[in-house]
């Protein structure tokens, strides 16, 4: 079992940055062996995929809609995960969340994939 804490997230200019930090509390099963994730759901909107990163951090996984704008990386020593967000735009705005899996991210982009989640962080981008 993991127990996730999304953080990092606010207010932030359209084109500025912010980096989200995702620090998990694992029992029975080591951090370094789940795959991760991060998510957002924007306002009135289903919740989409955003970036993954495999154990080891090897593999990464974005989105087109971030892809060159986003990073996402791991820190197995400190259970941790980051998203880098770079060149924000007003329709990243939305609740941030990461998802932890079990299974090795075979279906990475799917929510459902994913075993733990966070409760979120609110990023809101403005003009």
């Known amino acids: 079992q993991v127990q996730l804490v999304e953080s990092g997230g606010g207010l932030v200019q359209a084109g500025g940055s912010l980096r989200l930090s995702c620090a998990a509390a694992?029992?029975?099963?080591?951090?370094?062996?789940?795959?991760m994730g991060w998510f957002r759901q924007p306002p009135g909107k289903e919740r989409e995929f955003v970036a993954a990163?495999?154990?080891?951090?090897?593999?990464?996984y974005y989105a087109d809609s971030v892809k060159a704008r986003f990073t996402i990386s791991r820190d197995n020593a400190k259970n941790t995960i980051y998203l880098q967000m770079n060149s924000l735009k007003l329709e990243d705005t939305a609740v941030y969340s990461c998802?932890?899996?079990?299974?090795?991210?075979?279906?990475?982009?799917?929510?459902?994939?994913?075993?733990?989640w966070g409760q979120g962080t609110q990023v809101t981008v403005s003009s």
């Open positions: 998802a932890a899996d079990v299974n090795g991210l075979s279906s990475y982009s799917r929510s459902d994939e994913y075993d733990y």
């Open positions: 694992a029992s029975g099963r080591a951090f370094s062996r789940y795959g």
């Open positions: 990163i495999s154990r080891s951090g090897s593999n990464t």
